[in-house]
């Protein structure tokens, strides 16, 4: 265990990542949680980096802002795909996320077949490089992220499916640039998992709290034990989330005792 890594400039920036992710990850959860639509983040998540594949396959990957417009429109893409076979298709509509999130994978491992490196490259597309996290990198993110919570919190009810849709693209393409697909699926829905049982801004908070936990106890435990950072930080949540819900599930039975 090595002290000496624990370096603010290296984990700072990860950390603040992790708590700019939740921000929009746990409320967007708990509506993905309530619907049944559980793997519409590893879909979503999973389409963005196939558009970050595709940029990179026609040699936009020294032009970020060629490599975003990827990311996004195949998001975007996606999105409305899964809103338009929600309208007409709802009764199979988690096979066809499944269905999608399949096809995206191999799409991708098709695209890399060819690249000596493709196999590290889908490891930092599922696990994520969230220690090369820098402060100017989180400027476009805390920007985008404050725009979409804006829009969230106050106008919810009037943007509709289609509004939730357009609002999960663009929160899942910024997030799986930095954490990856699994730390992805792991922001949305453990926290949601977590606190079903409460509700309200009490389920919020206590969402936000498991997950900034997490991340804090799972980017340290990464740098000292030099571990992958994304895989650590998935299953520091999971425990966090055990417990939350055990706890919260005792006080509920105490409650109606």
Do not use: C
């Not at 191999?106 to 889908?122: C, R, V």
């Not at 997030?175 to 829905?189: D, P």
């Not at 919020?204 to 900034?212: A, F, K, N, P, T």
């Amino acid at each position: 265990m090595n002290w000496e890594t624990l370096d603010w400039f290296i984990i700072g920036p990860a950390i603040v990542a992790g708590i700019l992710i939740l921000s929009t990850h746990v409320p967007l959860g708990q509506v993905v949680l309530k619907r049944g639509i559980i793997f519409i983040d590893l879909a979503v998540a999973q389409v963005a980096a196939l558009g970050v594949i595709i940029a990179d396959t026609v040699g936009w990957e020294e032009n970020v802002y060629a490599v975003q417009v990827a990311a996004v429109g195949a998001a975007l893409v996606a999105a409305a795909g899964l809103n338009w076979t929600e309208k007409y298709w709802p009764g199979i509509q988690e096979a066809l996320i499944g269905t999608l999130f399949v096809l995206a994978a191999t799409g991708s491992i098709l695209l890399l077949a060819g690249n000596p490196h493709g196999g590290e490259y889908l490891k930092d597309i599922l696990v994520g490089q969230i220690l090369w996290t820098t402060w100017p990198s989180l400027i476009p993110i805390a920007i985008l992220y404050a725009v979409l919570l804006t829009v969230w919190f106050t106008a919810r009810e009037k943007i509709g499916r289609a509004g939730f849709y357009v609002t999960f693209a663009f929160a899942i393409t910024a997030a799986v640039q930095i954490v990856g697909v699994y730390l992805v699926f792991a922001s949305l829905i453990l926290p949601a998992l977590a606190t079903r049982r409460l509700q309200g801004s009490t389920r919020l908070w206590v969402g936000y709290g498991v997950g900034v936990l997490s991340y804090v106890a799972g980017i340290i435990a990464s740098s000292l034990l030099d571990l992958p950072t994304g895989a650590v930080v998935v299953w520091t949540m999971a425990i966090f989330s055990v417990i939350t819900g055990n706890v919260i599930a005792r006080k509920a039975g105490a409650g109606q005792a």
